[in-house]
């Protein structure tokens, strides 16, 4: 694994906040865009979960694969009873709190797509690439989260967009806990990896990110940008297989 080349990748994987940042405040989506968004974003973490991370693990053993998905999902299960944080609709009266929330449970949540693009890049570099550009995909409606509140709070457009791209910035860091922790290790510890990284990106979208976007009523629309996000990513499954 070129550790150099990693770290660009996940960089820019994490980097695309910072982009959805910049279109939050260039756009002023409404609430019908960010149903879009936030149901594409499920479809593509769906996807890459299952078709990706799930069926590669898979070649690890059944066993491997099975508690991999299994501790990933109940870690952030726990996780989310110790740093529970703020979903965008829940409040509206104090919005710099609100954005501080939503870009604090982003970078929570980001890790795992690091972990996920580190463990992939462990089994072979194409497998790597196309996690990193699901991963980028994925984070930029989440960076369009974080934007909102802030700009309706009032704080600058600069400020507003730094806090936005250092939100990404724990995709880099999953990649390198993957590396250093998983890069010496056997190639089974690695599909391990892929699993927990799938059972963790698994239980974040059916907890957070499904539910977010059918509290603004559409599930319809909800469920076309679901099933877009799954069909981009049987083509980049492809790509990889």
């Known amino acids: 694994m070129d550790l150099a080349l990693l770290i660009l990748v996940s960089l820019l994987a994490g980097a695309a906040t910072g982009l ?19 149901g594409f974003s499920s479809g593509v973490m769906l996807g890459v979960t299952f078709l990706i991370l799930v069926w590669e693990s898979l070649k690890g053993g059944f066993l491997l694969s099975f508690s991999g998905f299994a501790v990933g ?9 110790v740093l529970p944080h703020m979903h965008i609709i829940e409040s509206r009266s104090n919005l710099f709190r609100l954005g501080v929330l939503i870009a604090i449970g982003i970078a929570i949540h980001d890790l795992p797509e690091g972990f996920g693009i580190g463990s992939g ?8 690439m196309v996690i990193a550009i699901a991963v980028t995909l994925h984070n930029i409606p989440e960076g369009i989260a974080i934007a909102i509140p802030f700009h309706f709070y009032g704080m600058s ?17 999953g990649a390198l806990i993957a ?5 010496s290790a056997s190639e089974k510890l690695m599909y391990s990896g892929l699993a927990f990284a799938a059972g963790a990106m698994f239980y974040i979208t059916v907890n957070e990110l499904i539910p977010e976007a059918h509290k603004y009523g559409n599930t319809r629309l909800t469920g076309l940008a679901v099933l877009a996000g799954l069909l981009v990513t049987f083509l980049l499954a492809q790509v990889a297989a």
């Open 20 to 38: 959805g940042g910049i279109l939050g405040i260039l756009l002023k989506p409404g609430e019908r865009s960010l149903v879009l968004g936030l």
């Open 179 to 183: 590396f250093f922790f998983l890069g």
């Open 121 to 128: 890049y462990g089994v072979s570099g194409d497998l790597g």
């Open 157 to 173: 457009r600069l400020k507003t967009v730094l806090i936005s791209f250092a939100a990404g910035i724990s995709t880099l860091i």
């Open 73 to 81: 999902s109940l870690a952030f299960l726990l996780l989310d009873f």
